[in-house]
């Protein structure tokens, strides 16, 4: 199965820095990749699929870039609600498989 | 709005079965695939399967082939899950999630995890 590694494990920031997580996949998933955003006690959110593209609603400041093995979630000014852990997720193979999450938060 | 509405908490005993329910509502039942992952207390996620609900056809996770029966019932556009043979390993929450905008080719399509349900927790527990 296709692993999928994301850095770091924990970001600790200001709100208005602006933040890139990484994704990194044991081998290529061309542009079938997702980022998902959990609160606590909460469901995952969707934000960006296809590498790049935001999902309804997502603000502009979510943006993800990569194609192949490597990727990046980039959140340009980050605001109080933001603050959570973000997982990428690989949709190209069976079984669809997570990184274990990169933990955002507040400095 | 497409909205995803679980079954609650269950409590089972280890080498029972826990049967799992998703009520869709909000958009075309039959057009979209539901897949099912789980979350373990504190840890990542763990994609279980997938269901078409236009044909009932599933693709499960290797890990969970002989235990896990994914079902459709169209006339109340519900998914269910039930996985047997619990260990205290099976304890998480389980969510339910519809497929979101992706591609198909050929007989593969490609799709995100586009809207969760609120997750229903199983404790399995002697």
């Known amino acids: 199965e296709i692993v999928m590694t994301q850095s770091p494990a924990t970001l600790s920031v200001s709100p208005g820095e602006r933040v890139t997580l990484s994704c990194r996949a044991s081998?290529?998933?061309?542009?079938?990749l997702a980022w998902y955003q959990q609160k606590p006690g909460q469901a995952p959110r969707l934000l960006v699929y296809?590498?790049?593209t935001r999902a309804t609603g997502i603000p502009a400041r979510f943006s993800g870039s990569g194609f192949g093995t490597e990727f990046t979630l980039t959140i340009s000014s980050l605001q109080s609600e933001d603050f959570a852990v973000y997982y990428c997720?690989?949709?190209?193979?069976?079984?669809?498989?997570f990184g274990q999450g990169t933990r955002v938060e507040i400095k | 709005q497409v909205q995803l509405v679980q079954s609650g908490a269950e409590v089972k005993k280890p080498g029972a079965s826990v049967k799992i329910s998703c009520e869709a509502s909000?958009?075309?039942?039959?057009?979209?695939?539901m897949n099912w992952v789980r979350q373990a207390p504190g840890q990542g996620f763990e994609w279980m399967g997938i269901i078409d609900p236009s044909d009932a056809n599933t693709t499960y996770a290797q890990k969970f082939q002989g235990r896990l029966i994914m079902a459709r019932d169209t006339s109340t556009r519900t998914v269910s899950m039930e996985l047997s043979g619990l260990t205290s390993d099976d304890t998480a929450v389980y969510y339910c999630?519809?497929?979101?905008?992706?591609?198909?080719?050929?007989?593969?399509?490609?799709?995100?995890?586009?809207?969760w349900g609120q997750g229903s927790l199983v404790t399995v527990s002697s």
């Open positions: 081998q290529s998933v061309s542009s079938t």
């Open positions: 999630a519809r497929a979101g905008l992706g591609y198909c080719s050929g007989s593969n399509c490609y799709t995100p995890l586009g809207y």
């Open positions: 997720q690989q949709y190209n193979d069976w079984p669809r498989t």
């Open positions: 909000g958009y075309s039942f039959t057009t979209y695939s």
């Open positions: 296809g590498a790049f």
